[in-house]
């Protein structure tokens, strides 16, 4: 997922492109294969729905603390002023929704938004936001990578 973030941006792509979705794609995929191998090579190719959820949370963790910190360095030194585009935006939906808003309330909006858009936040916030989405991954995953014990005792 790094890689195809990477890819991205020296391609130019911009943050709201639907090419971003194809990183859910490489999750979903990195979580599907991580589950089945530990099924098949620790786990003798039987694995429980909750085992299968486990197994999928842990490799989401993991995914996300190198997430969180590839978001901070991205931010930070990679393409520090996607930040600036981020208040950008902000700012044209502020005024997009409230074209009568005062230069007073505007600037008190755009600070709250530059007061979130740091490269601390992004780390913080894309880790969590990994740990929810692979969580609710996992879950649908594992029902697919789940196999019962079939063997009679």
């Given amino acids: 997922m790094i890689i195809f973030e990477l890819i991205l941006f020296l391609a130019g792509v911009g943050l709201h492109s639907s090419l ?44 996300a603390i190198l ?11 990679i393409n520090p002023g996607i930040l600036d585009t981020v208040v950008s935006q ?3 939906k502020i005024l997009a929704a409230k074209p009568n808003i005062s230069d007073a309330e ?3 909006s755009l600070d709250m938004v530059k007061m979130f858009a740091t490269p601390v936040f992004s780390a913080v ?29």
């Avoid at 999750?27 to 085992?51: C, D, H, Q, S």
């Fill in 125 to 153: 916030s894309g880790f969590f936001r990994y740990i929810i989405v692979g969580s609710i991954f996992s879950l649908i995953i594992a029902i697919f990578v789940k196999r019962e014990d079939r063997t009679l005792a």
């Fill in 20 to 63: 971003n979705l194809i990183g859910y794609l490489i999750f979903i995929g990195g979580l599907y294969w991580g589950m089945a191998n530990i099924r098949e090579k620790r786990l003798e190719g039987v694995m429980t729905y909750g085992k299968a959820f486990g197994i999928g949370f842990w490799i989401s963790f993991f995914a």
């Fill in 67 to 77: 997430l969180g910190i590839f978001a901070f360095a991205y931010v930070k030194f």
């Fill in 106 to 108: 505007l600037q008190k």
């Fill in 90 to 92: 902000a700012e044209d």
